[in-house]
């Protein structure tokens, strides 16, 4: 199906952005457009205006920050992650997830800004950034604003970026004394996750944030050993969706599997 009418802009500093979103009710930011065309051209969504994103280099860039950690601009791709030395250096559990998302043409136009305003419960990136203790760096016309992974997923498709908004920078913190891992199960190889646990290990406790079995994801705190984290997985009480992919008890399963699975690769040293 053709997309519905539509207007473009394509501004050239984020302020200038953040003007056309003010100025326009309907108008919405474009990053890679994956999802966004996508759920255009199905008629699920018809902003008026469209604001790419594509030519603020300003969000692109990854840096290291002096404390170790890192600041990743919201319009990185996830080829920009899995290329950066940086990112190699200060956090590789980023760019060996990013490898793991659907195909190349997918990874070359996704952004780690658009993965997360998002908010898709089956998505890579929220269990990982919330594991991780990212924050969020929010633009408005007031100015800047940061936030938590608890803060910013706020359900199924929504988040603390309202529509005159930008999600500018995402902050990982510096990996120093942690370990981290990550652990999927797709509908096939490089498909949409059914279950996913992110891990971030330091001084024999892990933080897990599961993904796929609530409309944000769920985080559990635990001695990093394989009982304990199935016990704290438990202590959460999940009520995950039944659907066509996995049964709602079988969900609970697999977020067990995964949380212990995610500590093990941590301990292991992939990333
Ligand atoms: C075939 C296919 C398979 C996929 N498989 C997976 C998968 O397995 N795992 C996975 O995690 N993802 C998967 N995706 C989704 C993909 O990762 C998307 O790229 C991602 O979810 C959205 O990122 P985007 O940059 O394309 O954003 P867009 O589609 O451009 O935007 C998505 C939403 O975020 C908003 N937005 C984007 N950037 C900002 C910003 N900086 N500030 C404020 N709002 C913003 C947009 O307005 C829009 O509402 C898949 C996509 C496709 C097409």
């Known amino acids: 199906m053709l997309l519905a009418e539509v ?13 056309l979103l003010s100025a326009h009710e309907g108008a919405r930011a474009l990053a890679g457009g994956q999802t966004l065309t996508n759920v255009m051209k199905a008629r699920a969504a018809s902003p008026e205006v469209l604001i790419d994103l594509a030519d603020l280099d300003e969000l692109r860039r990854i840096t290291r920050r002096g404390d170790g950690g890192l600041d990743v601009g919201a319009m990185a791709t996830y080829s920009d992650l899995i290329a950066s030395v940086e990112v190699a250096s200060a956090r590789p559990i980023l760019a060996v997830v990013a490898a793991q ?13 658009g993965n997360l305003c998002l908010s898709d419960p089956t998505n890579h990136f929220p269990p990982l950034m919330a594991a991780a203790g990212a924050t969020m760096t929010i633009a408005g016309a007031g100015g800047e604003r940061v936030v938590t992974a608890d803060e910013f997923f706020l359900g199924v ?11 500018t920078k995402v902050t990982i913190p510096s990996a120093e004394g942690t370990a981290n891992g990550f652990a999927a199960v797709t509908i096939g190889r490089d498909g949409t996750c059914i279950a996913n646990a992110a891990a971030t290990v330091s001084d024999g406790r892990a933080r897990v944030a599961l993904g796929c079995v609530a409309a944000v994801p769920v985080v559990v705190g635990a001695v990093a050993e394989e009982g304990a984290v199935v016990d704290a997985v438990r202590g959460a009480a999940l009520e995950p969706p039944d659907d066509v992919h996995a049964s709602a008890a079988y969900r609970c399963h697999l977020a067990e599997v995964l949380a212990v699975r995610a500590v093990r690769q941590a301990f292991e040293g992939r990333s």
């Open 157 to 167: 498709y929504m988040t603390a970026v309202a529509p005159d908004e930008l999600l």
């Open 101 to 113: 998302i659907a195909d190349v043409q997918v990874r070359n136009r996704g952004t780690l800004g």
């Open 7 to 19: 207007e473009y802009a394509r501004p050239s500093s984020v302020d200038e952005a953040l003007r």
